[in-house]
């Protein structure tokens, strides 16, 4: 390992904006910054107290750059666990860049991608999962990935997975005291109590396997295509639910040929919405194209909307669509509520999971809508706190533990030796101290930080 020395970023956005900050951290943060930026009433940088900031001038050997704010953190109180200076100018492409320029000259050098976190996770500030976790925050696109994002970065799976990791360190040291040292007076190894401990243990790591499906659904939204036969109301409904006029409504059927896309949030899931054009047999060539798409889309979705007139008795084309929907994660909506009736709401029951009287000209609708969404995707009972698997490389180590666990209590079961259940047990500790970092190779600890962005 070599000697740490002084990184340099621009924290914010590349482009004009309000405030831009650049960070440095390191151990001549301070002196750095110091060099260039003049403090108001005579002040110095390195003076400054931890959690404190002070309006100053910076300045290279060109001339002034700007009025700054210059906040300082005294390590080991700061993101990274150094010392951090931030210096905050106008946001401006050029103003950083210089300000940037300006600190590497001046004992900083530029940082890598995910450099600062990673300071912070050879630091001690956080673990890999809550490392990961500020990647999930920064690219979350809905409230309850954020949340969720947020529970991880305050240590949700990592306490989740310290708690299991401690028990079978127990475990394992239990064991093999009592395989080392039979003659010593330790405490008899009950077969059945470990098997019991090991198994909930295995419970948990598969519970928390399972939740990484839900956490993508979470993370990267719901693939939700709007279909039914020409003018039940699909366009109308898009635009409902994205708030604007998205796709064109007429009463003439086949108004919509293409597919119009548009994501929304909905209870704070998102949802990339589809809306097709109307199933029937088409009259022309194109129109027949935008039908094909739309039940290419029905097979792509996660979920289908699928949209029918309450007003009018069903038709050829609605069973089409029916059929189509068949077996398919689908929720029938039976629109134009506002008009007098004559569908049978029985009549989908054996297509659908769920049927929703609605009409796509009121807004009191979006609440039942939203509700019947998430609960379709099994979302209903989503806890943004608890711990779940947020990527692939959480949801192997997770695997792999369980894996061993498995063989652990199999071993058990089956009376084979004690060794050969202590080394399932140890096996299961590494795969989780992996997952965490405590016990990580440069590999996956490079691995991790190089999906970050510079400035992170
Ligand atoms: N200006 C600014 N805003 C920011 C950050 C930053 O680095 N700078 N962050 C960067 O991502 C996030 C906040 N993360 C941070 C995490 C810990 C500490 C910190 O100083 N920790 C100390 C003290 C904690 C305490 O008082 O309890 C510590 O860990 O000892 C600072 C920022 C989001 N907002
Ligand atoms: N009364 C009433 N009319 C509605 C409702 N929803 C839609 N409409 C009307 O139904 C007609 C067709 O609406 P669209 O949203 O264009 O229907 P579509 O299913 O997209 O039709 P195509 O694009 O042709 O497949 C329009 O005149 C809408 O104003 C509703 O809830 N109540
Ligand atoms: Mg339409």
Redesign the pocket.
């Known amino acids: 390992m070599g000697e740490i020395d002084t990184i340099a970023a621009i ?1 914010t956005p590349l482009g004009t904006g309000g405030i831009g ?1 650049v ?1 440095i951290s390191g151990p001549d943060a301070f002196a750095t910054a110091e060099r260039i930026v003049h403090l108001a009433k005579g002040r110095r940088v390195s003076s400054l107290a931890g ?1 404190t900031c002070a309006y100053g001038l910076a300045a290279d050997q060109e001339g002034p750059i700007d009025e700054v704010i210059v ?1 300082a ?1 005294r390590g ?4 990274t ?1 150094e010392d ?1 200076v ?1 210096i905050s100018a106008h946001g401006g492409v050029y103003l950083m860049d210089r300000l940037l320029n300006a600190c590497c000259k001046n004992g900083a050098r530029p940082a890598l991608a995910g450099e ?2 990673k300071r912070a996770f050879l630091n001690g ?1 956080l673990d890999l999962t809550q490392a990961e976790a ?1 990647i999930d925050l920064i690219s979350a696109h809905g409230g309850q990935a954020a949340r969720a994002a947020l529970s991880a970065r305050g240590g949700a799976l990592y306490r989740c997975v310290g708690e299991i990791a401690d028990r079978l360190t127990y475990f394992a040291a239990h064991l093999s005291a009592w395989i080392d040292y039979p003659e010593e007076e330790i405490e008899a190894v009950d077969p059945n109590a470990l098997q019991c401990d090991l198994a909930k243990c295995l419970q948990t790591l598969d519970s928390l396997a399972g939740s990484y499906e839900t956490g993508r659904l979470v993370r990267e939204g719901i693939e939700t295509v709007i279909v039914g036969r020409p003018n039940v109301g699909k366009s109308s409904l898009m635009n409902l639910m994205t708030g604007v006029k998205r796709s064109i409504v007429s009463d003439i059927p086949g108004t919509t040929r293409d597919l119009v896309s548009d994501t929304v949030l909905c209870g704070g899931f998102v949802f990339h919405l589809t809306d097709t054009a109307g199933i029937r047999k088409p009259d022309d060539p194109i129109e027949q194209e935008g039908v094909g798409l739309a039940l290419e889309q029905i097979e792509r979705a996660q979920l289908v909307l699928a949209v029918f007139d309450g007003s009018e008795p069903l038709t050829g084309d609605d069973r089409r669509v029916m059929e189509a929907c068949r077996g398919l994660n689908a929720l029938a909506l039976v629109n134009k509520a506002d008009l007098t009736q004559v569908l049978d709401a029985q009549a989908f029951a054996s297509d659908f999971k769920r049927v929703l009287l609605i009409s796509a000209h009121d807004t009191n609708i979006i609440k039942p809508l939203t509700e019947a969404l998430t609960e379709m995707v099994g979302l209903g009972a989503f806890d943004s706190s608890a711990a779940i698997v947020a990527n692939t490389r959480q949801r192997a180590a997770v695997m792999a533990a369980a894996g061993e666990l498995r063989e652990a209590v199999e071993a058990l079961e089956n009376g084979v030796s004690y060794d050969a259940v202590a080394v399932c047990i140890e096996r299961a500790l590494d795969a989780l101290l992996e997952l965490t970092g405590k016990r990580a190779s440069q590999a996956v600890v490079d691995s991790v930080f190089s999906r970050f962005c510079v400035g ?1």
């Open positions: 924290a900050i960070r959690y906040t953190f080991p109180h700061s993101y666990g951090i931030e600062f976190t500030k500020v992170k």
